[in-house]
């Protein structure tokens, strides 16, 4: 096992960057998350640490040893393809045979090494079959096998489960958690699914445009975005963004208001860059809205309902053009056309100064600060 | 009642109606001729009719006349070997070819047009450069006489029994590569780059990574190229025609030049024909045999 560090990375085809610069640097055995939209560079980056990708520019160590000129093999590194990538005319023994038989390791030893991953991963019975007789989670079961035969100190999962069907990613990510806890090994695990972020992450870092927005626990980025990007990428339904003016600010607190707000909102924030006068975006999660009974910080007519049973997601118009999403509770009489109060607290939600950095909070749920304890390795 | 349901989903009619315009053209221009021809085998049936000696049932005395003919043996032995050498070098070059023009080079487009240019010129032209490069005061000789710095004078190439049926091989695969030049880099853009990249994460050379992932992955490519090519090269004429006229020696005749020959010059119609059901069985079974041993895998992960 082992740590990674990253310092100043870039990547360019031709005059085209598409990595700008990422510091980062992983402990020994965390689970790293890479999120972000479709073409922000994740999988290049995943790709570079992996060495299929060349660096352009900056330094990549793995457990101290700078690595920027060594071949993938000689990185310590595994990865699981989004394809699984399996050799189709090879058995799954062979398939996980493969690298130590390149490697002239002792046969038996590779017997030992192969029989281990299956027990592991509970597909002894499947060891001579070939990859066109395997379900997708058969198959991608083989390709993790593949990879544990390799004892890396790095794993590395580019989108493993996105070929996989609902019910199936559900258990394959319990696994895979379960797999990180018994191997206590390094993993960086690409994904665009939100869900598998914060349920596997130790850390999850979000990408845009080849740059990262902010790195932290999960609950740290859904309780503390540094960004209006960070906080409308996490969490579902997104964060509500909308555009308030200052109207006091003090040590400890910072008064909003808006047209479409009934009342002033004070907000326990340091103020940093928000002077009174100055424009801000307000972030409130949905599910920090409630429905109100008679009046609401905002009342607007409901223009969409969508019943999900326990709750109801509602999209109230907001004074002109704003519409606010909110999850309200799933028993509440609602109609579309019909008005509805809602209202929030000033300690739940977010203020952005007009460049979209977040003011720091001071009321956040001690949650937030928790790391996930980790198993003694 | 029951009667018009049936013919409802009775779909039997629509499908002869539909595949009859093509079971036509087969028909007429292939069944139709080769039972014309199996009949002609019967016959003394000549070119240019003879009124003293008219058409006649003559039984298997073609078929006979064929198998004791030394003519007949050497035809087939040369057709296989021209099959034999031009399969596998014309398949590996392709594949080299693909390969290349398929890898990142900066020049691969140029290569890819260089290597199709003679794929696209006719065989009469492709013979026309070439005879100049077999010439005794042509290019190759030139080569030779260059490398051995004056001491060897080369080699009459055409008109050499041993050097004949290789110099014709390599008209043939330069001619022929480019065509399957381009099945190949199909077949190479059809591989999971994720493969490679696999390959590469395992440790793999070039060379072990050609074997693990390249050659399994053109499976089905290299069984169509093989049975096309081979198909292709049984049929062997123009070159040969053009370049030796199946000389020195017979060293080059083919069996379809045979047919020819046999035919159109000597006028023996029956005997050609018979010449042409023996030479229709044999490509039959081999066609037959490589489908039946070479077979696709059809479920590709
Ligand atoms: N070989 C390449 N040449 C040029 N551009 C590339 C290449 N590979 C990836 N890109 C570009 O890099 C960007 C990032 O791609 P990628 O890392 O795959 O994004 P994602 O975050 O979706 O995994 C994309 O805009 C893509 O078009
Ligand atoms: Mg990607």
């Known amino acids: 096992m082992a740590s990674l560090s990253i310092e100043s990375l870039r990547k360019s085809y031709g005059s085209v960057e598409i990595i700008k610069g990422v510091d980062l640097t992983i402990t020994d055995g965390e689970f790293v998350v890479f999120v972000g939209p479709s073409g ?53 023994y062979d398939n996980m045979a493969f690298g130590l038989q390149i490697a002239k390791v002792d046969k038996a030893e590779i017997d030992a090494k192969v029989r281990d991953a299956a027990r592991i991963l509970k597909m002894e019975h499947l060891l001579d079959r070939r990859p066109n007789q395997l379900s997708g989670g058969q198959r991608q079961r083989v390709a993790i096998g593949r990879a544990i035969v390799r004892n890396p100190q790095v794993f590395l999962f580019d989108e493993p489960l996105s070929n996989l069907d609902a019910a199936l990613r559900v258990t394959m990510r319990a696994e895979l958690a379960k797999l990180h806890r018994d191997l206590g090994a390094t993993m960086i695990y690409v994904t665009h699914d939100q869900v598998e972020a914060m349920t596997l992450a130790d850390t999850i870092v979000v990408f845009e445009g080849g740059v990262i927005r902010q790195a932290g626990s999960p609950l ?143 009321k956040v749920p001690e949650i937030a600060r928790a790391r996930r304890e980790r198993p003694a390795a | 009642m029951p009667k018009k349901r049936s013919s409802l989903h009775d779909q039997s009619r629509p499908a002869l109606v539909l595949m009859a315009p093509a079971g036509l053209l087969i028909f007429v221009f292939i069944i139709a001729p080769f039972l014309l021809s199996l009949g002609l085998s019967f016959t003394n049936q000549r ?77 009469v032209v492709v013979v026309v450069i070439w005879s100049n490069l077999f010439q005794i005061n042509g290019f190759f000789n030139a080569v030779i006489q260059a ?91 123009a070159q040969v025609d053009l370049l030796t006229k199946g000389g020195p020696l017979g060293s080059t005749q083919t069996v379809v030049r045979l047919i020819y020959e046999t035919g159109f010059r000597k006028g023996q119609v029956g005997v050609a024909a018979a010449l042409s059901v023996v030479f229709f069985l044999v490509v039959l079974a081999i066609s037959v045999g490589q489908r039946v041993f070479l077979k696709e895998d059809r479920e590709v992960a």
Not at chain 1, 228 to 257: E, Q, R, Y
């Open chain 2, 47 to 123: 070119l240019v009719p003879n009124p003293n000696l008219p058409t006649s049932f003559q039984g298997f005395s073609n078929y006979l006349r064929l198998f004791g003919n030394a003519e007949f043996w050497q035809s087939f032995r040369n057709t296989f070997t021209f099959a034999l050498l031009v399969v596998p070098l014309q398949s590996a070059l392709a594949l080299g070819a693909a390969m290349l023009v398929n890898s990142r080079l900066p020049a691969r487009n140029v290569f890819r047009g260089i290597f199709f240019l003679p794929t696209v010129l006719t065989m």
């Open chain 2, 147 to 237: 490398v051995t710095f004056g001491a060897h004078p080369g080699f009459d190439w055409l008109a050499n029994p041993a050097l004949a049926m290789p110099s014709i091989v390599l008209v043939s695969v330069w001619q022929g590569f480019g065509f399957q030049m381009v099945i190949y880099l199909a077949g190479l853009q059809g591989i999971n780059p994720e493969l490679y990249e696999a390959a590469r994460v395992d440790g793999a050379s070039r060379w072990q990574e050609f074997w693990a992932v390249t050659m399994p992955g053109l499976r089905n490519t290299h069984i169509f190229v093989v049975v096309t090519t081979t198909i292709l090269a049984l049929k062997l004429f």
């Open chain 1, 40 to 92: 922000c560079g994740k999988s290049t980056l995943l790709r570079m640490i992996a060495g299929l990708e060349e660096i352009t520019s900056g330094e990549l160590k793995i457990g101290g040893t700078v690595v920027n000129d060594l071949a993938p093999k000689e990185r310590g590194i595994a990865m699981v393809f989004q394809s699984y990538a399996l050799y189709p005319h090879k058995t799954v």
């Open chain 1, 220 to 362: 740290e980025l859904y309780h503390q975005p540094r960004n209006t990007f960070v906080a409308g990428f996490i969490g579902s339904p997104k964060m509500n963004l909308l555009p308030v003016t200052v109207v006091a600010a003090t040590a400890d607190s910072v008064t909003v208001a808006a047209p479409w707000m009934t009342a002033h909102l004070t907000v326990p924030v340091e103020p940093g860059r928000l002077a009174p006068g100055s424009a801000a975006t307000l972030g409130i999660r949905p599910e920090h809205m409630a429905a109100g009974s008679e009046t609401g910080l905002i009342t607007g007519q409901v223009t969409l309902v969508e019943r999900l049973g326990h709750q109801t997601i509602v999209e109230v118009a907001a004074g002109e053009g704003a519409g606010v999403t909110a999850l309200i509770d799933g028993t509440r009489m609602t109609a579309v056309g019909s008005t509805l109060p809602l209202t929030f607290s000033g300690d739940d939600v977010h203020l952005f100064d007009a460049d979209g950095v977040a003011a720091v909070r001071l």
